[in-house]
């Protein structure tokens, strides 16, 4: 019950997030609805789509675990180490700097590189199917991004080096947040010691 939860969250949250991959469909819905009840509705499905994911993700790891293999431990010692640069990534598509300007779209590498890490760590089916979704969801839209026309969002300013590294403390700061905090009280996973 819970994997097939998370798999209609996947379905409605990637649902919502390709249909913004497609520019001219995506021009007519705005200009039929109006741009805030979009933008609403977009939120709203997302929304809805991670609630499910989350909420069938916790059900299926409490009472329907199937393994398929079983990654040495090794993994997760790799998967903790690659965790940093992911979220590191991930801040510097908001702290624009260097390595923004560098890999363009540093949110995409940082998932991709998240969900990589996670596939490597975790063997059984729920995990391989909410990680290789989105791994897959990231490397369609980072391939999107390179046939898109239009401008997509108003850019906003790049700045230099001091953004990286204002961009790596916080990262530094938000990976310890996630394994000390987030990830053993809301996943029920410790990281760290573990």
Request: aromatic share 10%; hydrophobic share 55%.
């Amino acid at each position: 019950m819970g994997l097939l939860v998370m798999i209609l969250g996947l379905a409605l949250f990637f649902a919502a997030h390709i249909f913004t991959t497609k520019r001219e469909a995506r021009a007519q819905a705005i200009a039929r609805l109006g741009e805030g009840t979009y933008k609403i509705l977009y939120a709203v499905v997302s929304l809805a789509g991670l609630a499910l994911i989350v909420w069938g993700f916790g059900h299926y790891r409490a009472s329907g675990w199937i393994d398929i293999w079983y990654p040495p431990k090794a993994m997760k010692h790799i998967t903790v180490a690659l965790m940093l640069p992911a979220v590191i990534l991930v801040v510097a598509s908001y702290i624009r700097g260097r390595i923004y300007a560098t890999l363009k779209h540093p949110m995409l590498a940082g998932i991709k590189l998240w969900a990589a890490a996670h596939l490597l760590a975790n063997g059984d089916l729920g995990s391989i199917i909410l990680f290789g979704s989105f791994l897959g969801w990231a490397v369609y839209d980072r391939i999107s991004l390179k046939h898109r026309k239009d401008a997509g969002a108003p850019p906003i300013p790049v700045g230099g080096t001091s953004n990286d590294l204002i961009a790596v403390a916080v990262g530094v700061v938000a990976y310890l947040a996630l394994a000390f905090a987030f990830h053993p009280v809301v996943i029920g996973v410790p990281v760290m010691g573990a």
